[in-house]
């Protein structure tokens, strides 16, 4: 149990004040407004532990209240009722504490039974604030996530979250908001991605389930990996207003969000109302604002010269080398001098005579230039993209009866994105021959190109409206219907500049400079060692406007009926059920995409496609025995068994769009019936044993499943199971490319063991250790086989050859299968990922001993140990280990801290670990020449710190103002620089660390 602490809650209202403990204590406090409304209490100073300032709260009231096994304080009247465990039975939140959540999942702890690690009011109190995906970065080990879409600019600007839990996979990771799903992402050529999670504001968020284990029993389809779900704090009542706003200790990658909430009763409490709303922008953060780019075109330069010179990273400088690599060679007019090198560099703003010119090139033979050229061409394209985002929430709530409670809820995320990308130099040959070529030899000369520009813009808007009604049923039975209506439209525009080209084999530029005259119209001279300015300049005639711009939609819809209850009473308490019959629809209609370039923009067309899922789901908790039986081994035994069927639909267009014309639409269905269970005991008040086994699947999508059927012309083409005969001699034969009406479900399975000492943190650390084994089977991977292939591998892949049968007439010849009519090379469910890891929880709260400062001390910690990771991609190859590699999961990864905090101020310092990790790629993994560790270059560990302050300022009663929280948040306390890799293409830094390097935060947050 914590120890005495400062406790400062003023009088007023029992349910504010409870929330006000609840804050200020980091507790959990559950209670229906039924039970609270109308009464009044008075403050509560002074040194107390939570429970004697919550004992002090209820004084008077006829409420008490118990603490469940998990930590969570339940308020009931005296005697206490029969409610069922909000923290421990298999009841929908929504259903047992109603109108103080919209969560209409079960409530999950870190002691369930399963591995939930749960951050609540006072981790993410002390969080970083940027946004959700960057808070799975800095706190969640268990996250996999290599790079975060805002920092891959190379593949356009972006700003969405994207969690990926253990490694296996964006899209075997769910996304939940209050246990409901959001709109998935629309996309060109596939399904429906991840939804996006960053435009919900960090202030609005009560706490964040994460599950890294398998759960499609509980949560249906696409949680073979893991879950994550977002409990929005909407029970509230009052206002505030919270200014965040950033800046990093070099004076940029500025950062600012607004947040105002506010909640009222317009009828003493029979209805509730809460509307939310935030704004949140960046500044821009350019490549030439940090040093990785030039530190990896150094490291570039001294490892590895041939790929510096073949790399297309502009350089600040006019790279010349040799055609075929042999040494430079004046031309004769210049000397003829041979150059010691078959490389050298022109500075860019060079000036002077073809003679200094050529003097200047010999003196650079063999030099490299490790340097971003300025401009748009290098130094101010974006380190990172550009964010801007809002949101606004409504939430109304009426209690038309004693038993039937009615609500509206409407949330609307827009996320937008903007960058100018880092576009390739402009590397081409000039002729020996040619006029303005100093040199004898034919060369490649790559220069910077100013106008060469592509602005790269997304956007993101979601919206879902949910009404429903929560009653109360007999028998302590609750049940609610609710319906969903939704939608996600994901806009993409890039406007760039391009090398025209009018239709002839090289481009203008091509011949220019190839032949130094030219182009085929009347343009100018380029000399690109000659005048740099006039270069810039000529450029400008050979360039032409290009782009690209999308606009995809997901139109949702979701209609679910629950119900929740005690069957009987157990000797543990009772044995609870929870019930769910649902219905989901996503549809992305007919739309076309754009490609602008000279004249009219060019349309192409993006294919309807939807998913329909039915779904069943039921859910058991049973407390067999009491925590205080005498079988000491099997002393609070629950067991936990979720079954689920889903029925999936997936519509998608029957096969690739051809000229003229527009596909039908097909449709394929898949079923899954998929379960969890587990089981825990607590033999002892400080130690508690679980283990849970689960399973789930997961439909293809659109990629998947539609096929790109061409005709085979191959004569050469033989089938060993009809004597080597030639199969097109035989008839015609069908390629299907891209997808397989054939494909199935991915399926999942996750198995899972642990044990928690000290579960409920009562005198000494709460320590869990949980392993699991995470096997995905049936794994959808292209097959990438020639049909020659597919035919030699028809043994160890029979789904990919479709015959004729065996006629009478070919098996006397000797044949053992009839001809080949269809040949499969696209994706199949040939693929196996399995993953191993062993999580670490501590979490201990104790007060120092003088002449320590006083107060409470918090130490926590979080690791991730992840020894396996490993891919096949298809059946008989070796296993792909993917686990400590550049573009996979680390091994290990931790959080820790400790936090002190004396009444209203505290203070936390934490400490992020990287493990160190092989930098190659994980595909070296199968080449038994680079196993050896002595071959493999390795990165080294990084350890980042962050250092954040909290105070809460009390205004006297009376006022408007009550209170003011202050928080100021140094982060990356040490200025620690990301690793750099000799990439500069890639923007020269490990995408794991934050390129923005030290950064000061501070938060001003007034409640009314």
């Known amino acids: 149990m914590a120890g005495p602490a400062r406790v400062d809650v003023r009088a007023g209202p029992l349910g504010d004040a409870l929330d006000e403990l609840a804050r200020e204590q980091g507790l959990e406090i559950l209670f229906s407004d039924e039970l609270v409304r109308g009464l009044r209490v008075g403050g509560v100073r002074g040194r107390l532990t939570p429970d004697q300032a919550l004992t002090a709260l209820l004084a008077g009231a006829d409420l008490d209240y118990r603490v469940t096994r998990d930590g969570s304080r339940v308020l009931v009247r005296?005697?206490?009722?029969?409610?069922?465990?909000?923290?421990?039975?298999?009841?929908?939140?929504?259903?047992?504490?109603?109108?103080?959540?919209?969560?209409?999942?079960?409530?999950?702890?870190?002691?369930?039974?399963?591995?939930?690690?749960?951050?609540?009011?006072?981790?993410?109190?002390?969080?970083?604030?940027?946004?959700?995906?960057?808070?799975?970065?800095?706190?969640?080990?268990?996250?996999?996530?290599?790079?975060?879409?805002?920092?891959?600019?190379?593949?356009?600007?972006?700003?969405?979250?994207?969690?990926?839990?253990?490694?296996?996979?964006?899209?075997?990771?769910?996304?939940?908001?209050?246990?409901?799903?959001?709109?998935?992402?629309?996309?060109?050529?596939?399904?429906?991605?991840?939804?996006?999670?960053?435009?919900?504001?960090?202030?609005?968020?009560?706490?964040?389930?994460?599950?890294?284990?398998?759960?499609?029993?509980?949560?249906?389809?696409?949680?073979?990996?893991?879950?994550?779900?977002?409990?929005?704090?909407?029970?509230?009542?009052?206002?505030?207003?919270?200014?965040v706003t950033g800046l990093s200790s070099r004076g940029d990658a500025g950062r600012a969000r607004l947040e105002l909430r506010a909640g009222f009763t317009p009828n003493d409490g029979r209805t509730d109302v809460m509307l939310a709303g935030s704004y949140a922008a960046a500044r821009p953060l350019t490549a030439g604002r940090r040093d990785y780019a030039d530190q990896?075109?150094?490291?570039?330069?001294?490892?590895?010269?041939?790929?510096?010179?073949?790399?297309?990273?502009?350089?600040?400088?006019?790279?010349?080398?040799?055609?075929?690599?042999?040494?430079?060679?004046?031309?004769?007019?210049?000397?003829?001098?041979?150059?010691?090198?078959?490389?050298?560099?022109?500075?860019?703003?060079?000036?002077?005579?073809?003679?200094?010119?050529?003097?200047?090139?010999?003196?650079?033979?063999?030099?490299?230039?490790?340097?971003?050229?300025?401009?748009?061409?290098?130094?101010?394209?974006?380190?990172?993209?550009?964010?801007?985002?809002?949101?606004?929430?409504?939430?109304?709530?009426?209690?038309?009866?004693?038993?039937?409670?009615?609500?509206?809820?409407?949330?609307?995320?827009?996320?937008?994105?903007?960058?100018?990308?880092?576009?390739?130099?402009?590397?081409?040959?000039?002729?020996?021959?040619?006029?303005?070529?100093?040199?004898?030899?034919?060369?490649?000369i790559s220069f910077p190109v100013e106008s060469l520009v592509r602005k790269s813009q997304s956007s993101v808007e979601t919206y879902r409206l949910?009404?429903?009604?929560?009653?109360?049923?007999?028998?302590?039975?609750?049940?609610?219907?609710?319906?969903?209506?939704?939608?996600?439209?994901?806009?993409?525009?890039?406007?760039?500049?391009?090398?025209?080209?009018?239709?002839?084999?090289?481009?203008?530029?091509?011949?220019?400079?190839?032949?130094?005259?030219?182009?085929?119209?009347?343009?100018?001279?380029?000399?690109?060692?000659?005048?740099?300015?006039?270069?810039?300049?000529?450029?400008?005639?050979?360039?032409?406007?290009?782009?690209?711009?999308?606009?995809?939609?997901?139109?949702?819809?979701?209609?679910?009926?629950?119900?929740a209850g005690p069957l009987l009473d157990l000797p543990g308490g009772p044995l609870t059920l929870t019930v769910l019959g649902e219905f989901r629809r996503e549809?992305?209609?007919?739309?076309?995409?754009?490609?602008?370039?000279n004249g009219a923009p060019r349309a192409t067309p993006v294919l309807e496609r939807g998913v329909e899922v039915r779904s069943a789901y039921a859910e058991l908790r049973a407390p067999l025995v009491a925590q205080d039986a005498a079988l000491a081994p099997l002393r609070g035994l629950e067991l936990q068994a979720a079954l689920r069927r889903d029925d999936v639909e997936t519509t998608y267009p029957l096969n690739a769009l051809r000229a003229g014309e527009r596909p039908p639409n097909a449709s394929a269905r898949h079923r899954a019936d998929v379960f969890t269970l587990g089981a825990r005991a607590l033999p002892a008040s400080w130690l508690m044993l679980r283990a849970s086994l689960a399973t789930g699947e997961s439909p293809p999508d659109l990629r998947h499943l539609q096929e790109v059927l061409i005709p085979i012309l191959d004569a050469g083409l033989v089938d060993p199971r009809r004597g080597g005969r030639s199969t097109l001699a035989e008839g015609p034969v069908t390629q299907a490319r891209g997808g397989s009406h054939k494909v199935g479900q991915e399926?999942?399975?996750?198995?899972?063991?642990?044990?928690?000492?000290?579960?409920?943190?009562?005198?000494?650390?709460?320590?869990?250790?949980?392993?699991?084994?995470?096997?995905?089977?049936?794994?959808?991977?292209?097959?990438?086989?020639?049909?020659?292939?597919?035919?030699?591998?028809?043994?160890?892949?029979?789904?990919?050859?479709?015959?004729?049968?065996?006629?009478?007439?070919?098996?006397?010849?000797?044949?053992?299968?009839?001809?080949?009519?269809?040949?499969?090379?696209?994706?199949?469910?040939?693929?196996?990922?399995?993953?191993?890891?062993?999580?670490?929880?501590?979490?201990?709260?104790?007060?120092?001993?003088?002449?320590?400062?006083?107060?409470?001390?918090?130490?926590?910690?979080?690791?991730?140990?992840?020894?396996?990771?490993?891919?096949?991609?298809?059946?008989?190859?070796?296993?792909?280990?993917?686990a400590g590699y550049r573009d996979s999961p680390l091994e290990w990864r931790s959080v820790s801290g400790v936090e002190w905090t004396r009444g209203p101020l505290s203070v936390d310092l934490n400490v992020q670990y990287l493990g160190g990790y092989d930098l190659v790629y994980s595909a070296v993994s199968v080449q038994a020449p680079l196993k050896q560790p002595s071959e493999v270059p390795r990165m080294p560990s990084q350890t980042y710190v962050d250092l954040v302050?909290?105070?809460?300022?009390?205004?006297?009663?009376?006022?408007?103002?009550?209170?003011?929280?202050?928080?100021?948040a140094v982060q990356n306390l040490l200025d620690a620089s990301p690793p750099i890799l000799a990439e500069a293409a890639h923007m020269g830094y490990d995408y794991r660390g934050d390129p923005r390097r030290r950064r000061f935060e501070l938060l001003v947050a007034a409640r009314f």
Not at 179 to 194: D, E, K, M, S
Not at 493 to 513: K, M, P
Not at 587 to 597: E, F, K, N, S
Not at 828 to 848: I, K, Y
């Open 949 to 968: 302050a909290r105070r809460r300022i009390d205004l006297p009663d009376g006022g408007r103002l009550r209170s003011v929280d202050l928080r100021l």
């Open 466 to 563: 949910t009404g429903g009604a929560l009653a109360a049923l007999p028998g302590r039975w609750q049940a609610a219907a609710d319906y969903t209506v939704g939608r996600t439209v994901l806009e993409t525009r890039d406007d760039a500049v391009r090398v025209t080209n009018e239709g002839i084999q090289l481009n203008d530029l091509y011949l220019a400079l190839w032949y130094g005259a030219t182009g085929p119209s009347p343009r100018p001279f380029v000399l690109p060692l000659g005048d740099y300015e006039a270069l810039q300049t000529a450029l400008g005639a050979y360039l032409s406007p290009y782009g690209s711009w999308s606009r995809l939609e997901n139109r949702f819809v979701n209609a679910a009926l629950r119900a």
């Open 296 to 444: 990896s075109l150094q490291r570039q330069a001294a490892k590895f010269p041939s790929f510096y010179l073949s790399d297309a990273t502009a350089r600040n400088a006019i790279v010349v080398r040799s055609w075929g690599g042999e040494p430079l060679r004046l031309d004769a007019r210049l000397g003829g001098t041979v150059l010691p090198s078959h490389f050298t560099l022109l500075p860019i703003g060079f000036s002077g005579t073809d003679q200094e010119r050529a003097a200047v090139l010999v003196a650079n033979a063999g030099k490299l230039s490790t340097e971003q050229p300025p401009g748009l061409a290098g130094a101010d394209t974006s380190l990172v993209s550009t964010p801007r985002s809002g949101s606004l929430l409504v939430n109304v709530r009426h209690q038309a009866s004693d038993r039937l409670e009615l609500f509206v809820d409407g949330l609307y995320l827009s996320n937008k994105a903007f960058a100018y990308l880092p576009q390739s130099r402009t590397t081409t040959p000039t002729h020996g021959d040619a006029g303005d070529n100093p040199f004898a030899n034919t060369v490649l």
């Open 747 to 882: 399926k999942g399975r996750t198995l899972s063991a642990g044990v928690v000492f000290n579960p409920e943190g009562r005198r000494g650390p709460r320590l869990s250790i949980d392993v699991s084994r995470v096997d995905i089977r049936d794994e959808l991977v292209s097959l990438q086989l020639t049909p020659q292939a597919a035919i030699s591998g028809e043994a160890l892949y029979p789904e990919w050859i479709d015959r004729e049968p065996l006629s009478a007439a070919d098996a006397a010849l000797g044949y053992t299968a009839g001809r080949i009519t269809k040949i499969y090379s696209g994706f199949g469910n040939v693929g196996r990922t399995r993953a191993e890891t062993v999580d670490l929880q501590l979490d201990w709260t104790l007060s120092p001993p003088p002449p320590l400062p006083r107060g409470q001390v918090r130490l926590y910690g979080a690791a991730t140990w992840q020894p396996v990771l490993r891919s096949k991609l298809r059946r008989g190859e070796p296993w792909l280990d993917r």
């Open 78 to 243: 005296r005697p206490p009722t029969a409610l069922a465990d909000p923290g421990d039975g298999a009841v929908s939140e929504i259903l047992v504490v109603g109108r103080r959540t919209q969560n209409a999942g079960i409530r999950r702890t870190q002691n369930d039974i399963q591995p939930y690690k749960v951050a609540g009011p006072r981790e993410l109190a002390m969080a970083p604030q940027d946004n959700l995906d960057q808070l799975f970065r800095d706190r969640m080990p268990s996250n996999g996530q290599v790079i975060s879409p805002s920092q891959y600019v190379l593949g356009g600007a972006a700003a969405n979250s994207a969690i990926d839990l253990r490694g296996v996979g964006l899209q075997r990771t769910l996304v939940l908001v209050d246990g409901r799903r959001l709109p998935g992402l629309p996309t060109l050529n596939a399904g429906f991605g991840q939804a996006d999670l960053n435009a919900v504001p960090l202030g609005l968020v009560e706490r964040i389930e994460t599950l890294t284990a398998t759960a499609g029993g509980i949560h249906g389809p696409a949680a073979v990996g893991g879950v994550v779900n977002l409990v929005l704090d909407r029970d509230y009542r009052g206002a505030d207003l919270t200014l």
């Open 587 to 597: 549809h992305a209609p007919a739309t076309q995409a754009y490609i602008l370039g």
